[in-house]
């Protein structure tokens, strides 16, 4: 577990923040009393909680009699027998009563603006669902989606949705072999990419990533590339596999019958890190996800039909997934989908955008409001932002300094934040504040929503009521978590439900509750890093670091960073002799960086990369870490190294190569 600065400022945290009365006598949950009666009510009877919600919440072909099925506990079941369609919750049942509202309000890169109505989001589904179908895509199929930040993103997603294919969408960050291992690990039968995608002014291929891909071995169930045109590069088509977006959309009919599922049926699968092996493949249901997107929205962000929502988040992770291309759709919102950079064309972009569109709801990450406060911490205040009355965060935990920033300067005192505390497997807000109830403390998630037990527990996994703290579970299960890790169930059962933690959900994640019982989030207990909020796992690195042919062996560790949180250190040993020279070996040290951005993508690249002769070691063999760790941040070593097999290399290690 790595400790912050911030961390250490949050600890020293005491400033409450309640709701102001104006807020909360509109707020969809106002008062503490209204959200402990919500609590009281889901635990009196517990499923029956989520059932009422359920059949409120959700529009079904075929209502559901059972609710949880914990017969094969931990692989829960919610709402099975039910029959519903995602695409069809999130589009077709609006289009009666206001087929016109914008649903997306879609800003290019280059700040271009286009507008899509209900009724055409509706339409271009139906249309791109047809096609897949064309192409012999099927119910139950996997379907890769490597795009850029569009409206043609969340088509792809919700057109697979509509004729039950499965998607799994890969950042557009990442390199051709990480897409590759998803790939093959999901046994995809196409992929949905675009000739490249418009990054802070500059056009970036992304196709080429894909024809990598495929030239791997394992890839053989891949069909059909389907290629949306957005910067206009001249690409390599190929005949029998490769089809234009635009020549398989336009032909097909508008109308798209959807497929039926049961709320159990696998929505989608997004791979996350894990402490080790290769990215899990998080497999999520149709039913249950659709209701946790649904409620913590209502919840949450306190949602009006007039709010225009903006979540910051790509669609290639979680956050965009629940909070961009699913939850707002469902609730028949309107949102705004960004291609571009919060720095692009300079700092101001997203307050620029705020005052644009009159964004009410704003949703981002703490590492891009602290680089933002670096790069114009003035900014703000030279637009209007007066349309906003509520913000977000999420990802990783938020320092005191950079709350108050954004509180302060962004939201003029005005505006809530909710920081809200959830994960991949989640599939939706677990932890956070409900804005017009509970007091908020700048660092703290505060409270669980309701229907979510969320405890601290020991290594026993009893749990634990002092202000130390301990693992964060959840003790009961819950409608939008996690099934399976597709294809992997024995690691589905050791990773979220080791026997110690009695049935128990484990998160990967220590905290700490106050005198008020509010959650404060520490930090990972594995070997997982969060790098500007992206989950990365040091074993990855560390593979993709020792597939180099100059490399003999490499550990892994984060060191706090002033704004992507955590930084990447790197301890590398070489096979041959370093070289000499300083600039060989800021050289090679550069090598090796894009050498990672190739093999996994450029967030995992090390910040720093530190050679030695060897690395620090126990007499059994065992890399000391926290050693590592202790040198990479710089400290004063203070740990006993008598058990080291060879002391002399610590002082080699110190020396930092950038
Ligand atoms: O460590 C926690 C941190 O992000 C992890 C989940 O990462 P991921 O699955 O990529 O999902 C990120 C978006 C939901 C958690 O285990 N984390 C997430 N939100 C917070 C957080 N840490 C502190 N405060 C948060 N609000």
């Known amino acids: 577990m790595s400790e912050s600065n911030s961390i250490e400022s949050v600890l020293h945290e005491t400033r409450v923040f309640p709701p102001s009365a104006e807020f909360a006598t509109r707020a969809n949950v106002s008062g503490m009393e209204s959200y402990k009666a919500m609590v009281a009510a889901s635990e009196a009877d517990y499923s029956g909680y989520w059932a009422d919600l ?53 800003e290019g890169d280059d700040g271009k603006v286009t507008r899509v109505s209900y009724r055409e ?15 012999g895509i099927k119910k139950g199929d996997r379907v890769i989606i490597y795009m850029p930040m569009s409206v043609e993103a969340v088509v792809a997603m919700q057109a697979c949705a509509r004729i039950g294919a499965i998607h799994s969408v890969v950042f557009g960050g990442f390199s051709s072999k990480s897409l590759h291992e998803r790939i093959t690990d999901a046994q995809a039968v196409a992929i949905i990419t675009a000739d490249g995608q418009f990054r802070g002014g500059r056009a970036m291929p992304l196709k080429p990533a894909v024809d990598e891909a495929l030239t ?26 490769d089809i234009w977006w635009h020549d398989l959309f336009n032909s097909q009919s508008s109308v798209c019958e959807p497929e039926w599922v049961s709320a159990e049926h696998p929505l989608f699968i997004l791979y996350t890190s894990g402490s080790t092996g290769t990215p899990k493949g998080v497999q999520h249901s149709s039913g249950g996800y659709l209701l946790g997107a649904m409620t913590s929205i209502q919840w949450v962000f306190d949602y009006k039909p007039t709010d225009v929502f903006w979540c910051t988040a790509d669609v290639g992770w979680i956050t965009g997934h629940s909070y961009v291309a699913y939850g707002p759709l469902a609730l028949g919102a309107t949102q705004v989908v960004f291609e571009g950079v919060p720095t692009y064309p300079d700092a101001g972009r997203f307050w620029k955008m705020i005052q644009d569109h009159k964004v009410t709801t704003f949703y981002t990450a703490p590492t891009a409001i602290r680089s933002l406060i670096k790069l114009g911490g003035d900014l703000p205040k030279q637009y209007d932002l007066s349309s906003l009355r509520l913000l977000g965060s999420v990802g990783e935990p938020i320092n005191p300094e950079a709350w108050m920033w954004y509180y302060n300067v962004v939201g003029q005192g005005r505006c809530p934040i909710v920081d809200t505390w959830w994960q991949t497997e989640t599939g939706s807000h677990m932890i956070s504040p409900l804005p017009g109830a509970t007091p908020i ?38 409608p939008s ?50 790098v500007s909020g992206h989950r990365l796992g040091t074993m990855e690195i560390e593979s993709a670091l020792v597939a180099n042919p100059l490399v003999a062996e490499a550990a892994v560790v984060g060191k706090p960073h002033d704004i992507k949180g955590e930084a990447v250190v790197a301890f590398v040993v070489l096979k041959g002799a370093r070289p000499a020279d300083a600039a060989a070996v800021k050289k090679l040290a550069e090598e ?18 530190r050679f030695g002769e060897n690395l620090p070691k126990t007499r059994s063999g065992k890399i000391m870490r926290r050693l590592l760790r202790a040198i990479a941040k710089g400290e004063e070593i203070t740990q006993d190294t008598s058990t080291l097999e060879n002391p002399a290399i610590l002082e080699q290690l110190k020396e930092v190569v950038r």
């Not at 529009?59 to 079941?77: G, H, M, R």
């Not at 039910?82 to 206001?98: E, M, P």
């Not at 271009?124 to 064309?134: D, P, T």
């Not at 990672?596 to 690249?605: N, R, Y």
Request: hydrophobic fraction near 35%.
């Open 592 to 609: 090796l960086r894009n050498w990672v951005g190739k093999e996994i993508g450029p967030i995992a690249k090390p910040d720093e990369i």
């Open 54 to 106: 359920a059949r409120k919440n959700i529009d079904w072909k075929q209502p559901f009699t059972k609710v949880l099925d914990e017969s094969n506990a931990p692989f829960y079941k919610w709402f099975e027998d039910g029959l519903l369609n995602v695409s069809y919750n999130c589009l077709d049942r609006h289009l009666a009563t206001q087929s016109e509202k914008t649903a997306i309000i879609f």
């Open 441 to 478: 403390k700048p660092g703290s998630c505060t409270l669980p929503l309701p229907g979510i037990q969320a405890a601290i527990v020991n290594e026993a996994g009893d749990e634990v009521h002092d202000q130390h703290g301990g693992f964060l579970v959840i003790k009961k299960p819950f």
């Open 216 to 241: 791997m071995d394992g890839c053989e169930s891949v069909h059909s590339v389907i290629v949306y045109r957005r910067i206009g590069a001249s690409i390599e088509l190929d005949d029998d596999r």
């Open 481 to 530: 978590q996690i099934r399976t890790i597709w294809g992997d169930p024995e690691r589905y059962k050791k990773s979220y439900f080791p026997e110690e933690m009695k049935g128990a959900y484990l998160a990967g994640d220590s905290a700490h509750r106050d005198a008020d019982g509010y959650f404060w989030i520490m930090g990972r207990i594995d070997d997982v890093l969060n």
């Open 121 to 135: 989001l509706h339409g271009r589904v139906c249309q791109f669902a047809n096609g897949l179908k064309s192409r």
